[in-house]
């Protein structure tokens, strides 16, 4: 193996695992679920499929952590118990393929479709502040509607739900649970001035509107422990109207309170600042002077996830320069078997735009090819 190749398939422990590469199946939401957001016999095969190099490590779609934290139809949850059945038979393939599967928590906050809130139980689109979204970008697309500010026990319900969520998905076999605090959902609605405008002690300063993702953090580090752990973030990304001004000094902070009451945090993960806002495009001209380098030093030399638009090159770099893992998301739909293609520099599958959020489908789902080059690794 070639000496710049190689740092990108030494293991590293992360978390109570032993990852063998450092090539992550970054989360991506498929629309695959039912409508009960329950996963079957589809999802089962395309997670089992990219578990097939041993050792990998997938981050799931994000996965509704309560039906009030839905808006979105399609998309799996965690909290009853058919869906954890469900998804029990992914983790059992995954760990029989010799691979490790974190499960994304996530909950839309101001995203979410009003129509879908409804069939899930009358629930009310909701938001640190009432400041509609209005996004050009999202897969979904729906009206905008002014969302109803939480309430302090509301919100401190949410932090149960989420502790409940965690232990629900160690209960369907999940290695741990990835916190979604990134790309302008619940949890980022609140750490972002520009829409956390509270005047309590969720809103303002720095330390209130980092008050209530750390209180998840907390709840599920408590319920599942450190070990199994984790946070996603977006300092820079502007998708779903997001985007503070200066977002380093929150985030640094976020990062260093996380480090410092949980050093044993199996990993963050942080989209790069050059990821485009616009999903028809991988990389964006925005933020080109801009960096996640102080997240990156305050959190160590502990395991840190690098995200969005990377292709080969920039993952050999990463990783050999700066350690940590790197994580490919729509390069991973369309080639099942990414790791081993990237260690032989095999040709990579182009991904069909039209087919990433088609509810139910197995085109476009289950049906990318393996390389034939690499007679090992079978669906």
């Known amino acids: 193996m070639a000496s710049s190749l190689a740092p990108l398939f030494q293991p590293i422990r992360v978390g109570n695992l032993n990852v063998q590469h450092r090539i992550v199946m970054a989360p991506l939401t498929r629309f695959r679920a039912s409508k009960a957001h329950v996963h079957g016999e589809l999802a089962k095969t395309y997670y089992g499929q990219r578990a097939g190099v041993p050792g990998t490590l997938i981050i799931t779609e994000a996965t509704f952590i309560a039906p009030q934290a839905t808006g979105y139809a399609n998309v799996p949850g965690i909290w009853n118990a058919d869906q954890i059945a469900g998804w029990k038979a992914i983790t059992d393939v995954v760990h029989a393929k010799g ?20 069939e899930d139980g009358d629930f009310d689109v909701v938001a640190p502040s009432p400041i509609p979204l209005i996004d050009d970008y999202s897969p979904i697309k729906k009206e905008p509607v002014v969302p109803r500010e939480l309430t302090v026990s509301e919100i401190k319900e949410y932090t149960q739900l989420y502790s409940k969520a965690a232990s629900n998905a160690i209960e369907a076999g999940f290695d741990g649970v990835e916190i979604h605090s990134a790309n302008g959902y619940l949890l980022d609605q609140f750490l972002q001035d520009v829409t956390n405008q509270r005047t309590d002690n969720y809103g303002g300063s720095v330390e209130n509107r980092l008050r209530f993702p750390l209180a998840v953090v907390d709840a599920v580090v408590k319920a599942v422990g450190a070990e199994r752990t984790a946070i996603r973030l977006s300092p820079w990304s502007k998708f779903q109207s997001m985007g503070m001004k200066d977002p380093l000094p929150t985030f640094t902070t976020l990062v260093e ?35 996640n380098d102080l997240l990156r030093k305050a959190w160590g030399d502990r395991p840190y996830i690098a995200a969005g638009g990377l292709d080969r090159g920039d993952a050999i770099r990463i990783v050999k320069n700066e350690g940590g893992l790197v994580a490919f998301g729509r390069h991973f739909l369309a080639n099942p078997d990414l790791p081993l293609r990237l260690k032989e520099d095999l040709a990579l599958t182009p991904y069909n735009r039209d087919t990433f959020y088609t509810p139910e489908e197995a085109a476009g789902y289950i049906d990318y090819p393996f390389s034939e080059q690499v007679a090992s690794v079978k669906a």
Not at 99 to 118: E, P, V
Not at 264 to 288: C, F, G, T, W
């Open 99 to 118: 691979s490790f599967i974190f499960l994304q928590l996530w909950a839309l906050g101001r995203s979410a479709d009003a129509g879908i809130l409804k």
């Open 257 to 291: 309170r996380i480090r410092d009451a949980h050093p044993n945090l199996a990993y963050i993960h942080v989209v790069e600042p050059r990821m485009s806002v616009d999903l028809k495009e991988s990389l964006s001209k925005e933020n080109q002077h801009a960096t």
